[in-house]
């Protein structure tokens, strides 16, 4: 089934591999086979990857875009995905989502769910601050009441 895309002026996206920007007002496209396909809004750069879930991300992207190299990127995926289960648990229903595309190679669904897996972090990281928040405040009342007594 053919896949439309519709390429607002400026837009960048990389189809198996090469860069295309659209440089004109809006366009239509129609792809007829299958194709590597990402939008630049979906592209992650390794200098943005600096979180455990954003270098699972990254890796994924590296082998859905450079195909010849699928291999040694999935390699690298399953092992920052591994740790990243290993550290937060409770991503494992998220980690056996992504890997069932990943082992079925649909790798630009398992690109989307892995973006609930940066989610799942950005949750994760702020429910902790909340919680060391609180901590501090808890801390700072019992050391102000130990003081005044």
Known sequence: MP?????????????????L???GGNAKMLI??????IREK???SQGESNTPAARVYFALQCAYMFPRHEGEYLETFRGFLN???????SAKPLADEIAKFVDEAKLYRALKATQKLIRHEADTFSALADELESVDIAARMESANEEGA
């Open 3 to 19: 896949l439309k895309l519709d390429i607002k002026a400026g837009e960048k996206l990389v189809i198996n591999g090469a860069v």
């Open 83 to 89: 740790d990243y289960v290993t550290a937060a648990p």
């Open 32 to 37: 007829h086979n299958e194709s590597a396909i």
């Open 21 to 23: 920007e659209n440089v």
């Open 42 to 44: 979906e592209i992650l």
